[in-house]
């Protein structure tokens, strides 16, 4: 009996010991602390709608290789029965071996059968090469229109981030503030006590406590929504505890601006552009080249059998016949039917040499006008975060002078009203930088070679 009850004690001992490891090997697994680009790279890998895109490109490069299979030649083989239960008379004119007068004679095999192999190779027909050129172009574009919305994709998942840092910002100065009035509901509790602060006063002070909680909790769940914003971004489950390794102030946030590489050409939208205007060209060569003449090869050998009925196994009544040419089409009115294709896409041209031109202005102006908010932004971000640490310094000093009896509570307003719209400039400055830094990021990724 004893050993029976050691032997349940030591499988529930496993047990447990099994279940705590699973546990902590859960928790490791539902934690994740990431930068901005381990964010980015992860939302990459995981979200489905940049996994279906791929198989676009899949498709636009089969469509490559069935357009290069159109110069293999056309092999068909075919077997032709054909049994006449009543054979075609024939007019057989007078003196023909021998007849003294004209008749119908019924001549020909009941059974006629052919079994046929035919050949059919183009050897001249230029539309096939253009053909094969404008599938390439629609490959090269299809991989461009993913790359446009992996850079779309990325910019979300950064604003998301960013917005968490934000939200959490937010909710700091939040924290701060309750905490103040707190400290402010204790100060003026002991002065109300010792009869040197009106009632009044000090029910103003804890009403402005309880408005402080209130906007600690509201920032609270904006951080939290925000959280989970990215954990939606990037595609991870909601149970997943995010940590963000960035923080506004880091380095990686404020010093190393790299100079972007600029090269208008690698400029996503621009390259589309570049890429139609290309289909525009083809197009117009392959509506011509319509005009041109055809050259093709044909062939065709075949085993006939002639026979009253379906005998095959007697050799001497098949027989092979075969035929070897060439084929010469040449369209006659193909330039009319085509002129007004031809027309529009030169209109086409036209139309998109001047977006181009279009886009590469609005992508110069974006470039610079992304470099001067990020620089302005970042200048008023240090300035105001200065001067939001130099007003917790006088709040702090006046709320001693406060606790001392020296200073009115509503004076002391005076001085959080400053206080609080210098905390709304930092937040504001912080925000205008996020922003900032969100074009940037946007700008330096679409400056990317497309892989």
Known sequence: MTIFKWSRMKKMFFIVFISIAFSGYAQTENNLTITMEEAIDLGIK????????????????????????EWLPDISASVNVEYNTQLKAMYV???????????????????????????????????????????????????????????????????????????????????????????????????????????????????????????????????????????????????????????????????NQ?????????????????????????????MRQNALPTISLFASYSQQFLYKNFEYGKS?????????????????????KNYNNVQRYKIRTLQTDLEIKQKTADVDYELEKAMTELENALENMQITQRNYALSQTIEATQKQQFALGAFKYSDLLDTEKSLIRTEQNYLKAVYDYLMAKISIEKLSEIFKSAE
Do not use: C, H, M
């Open 258 to 286: 790299e100079q972007l590489p600029v090269n208008i050409n690698n400029q996503t939208e621009v390259k589309q552009l570049q890429l139609q205007q290309q289909a525009n060209a083809l197009q117009i060569k392959k």
């Open 46 to 69: 995981n979200r489905y709608d940049i996994q279906a895109n791929k198989y676009n490109i899949t498709i636009a490069a089969n469509t490559v290789s069935k357009r290069k299979k």
């Open 316 to 336: 001497n009544w098949w027989s092979p016949y075969s035929y070897l040419g060439l084929r010469l089409s040449l369209p006659i009115t193909s330039d009319f």
């Open 93 to 255: 004119p007078e003196g023909f071996v021998g007849l003294t007068e004209p008749s119908l004679i019924a001549l020909g095999s009941k059974n006629a059968t052919a079994f046929s192999l035919d050949l059919n190779q183009a050897l001249y027909q230029p539309g096939i090469n253009t053909d094969i050129k404008l599938a390439k172009n629609n490959l090269d574009l299809q991989k461009e229109k993913n790359r446009a919305t992996e850079i779309e994709i990325k910019n979300q998942i950064a604003e998301a981030y960013l917005n968490v840092l934000l939200k959490k910002l937010q909710y700091e100065v939040a924290v701060k503030d309750e905490n103040r009035y707190e400290e402010y509901v204790k100060l003026a509790e002991g002065r109300y006590k010792q009869g040197v602060l009106i009632e009044n006063d000090y029910r103003q002070v804890q009403l402005d406590y309880e408005n402080a909680k209130i906007q600690t909790t509201t920032t609270k769940q904006r951080y939290e929504l925000s959280l989970d914003n990215l954990k939606y971004q990037i595609n991870v489950p909601e149970e997943t505890i995010v940590t963000l390794s960035d923080t506004i102030g880091g380095a990686n946030f404020e010093e």
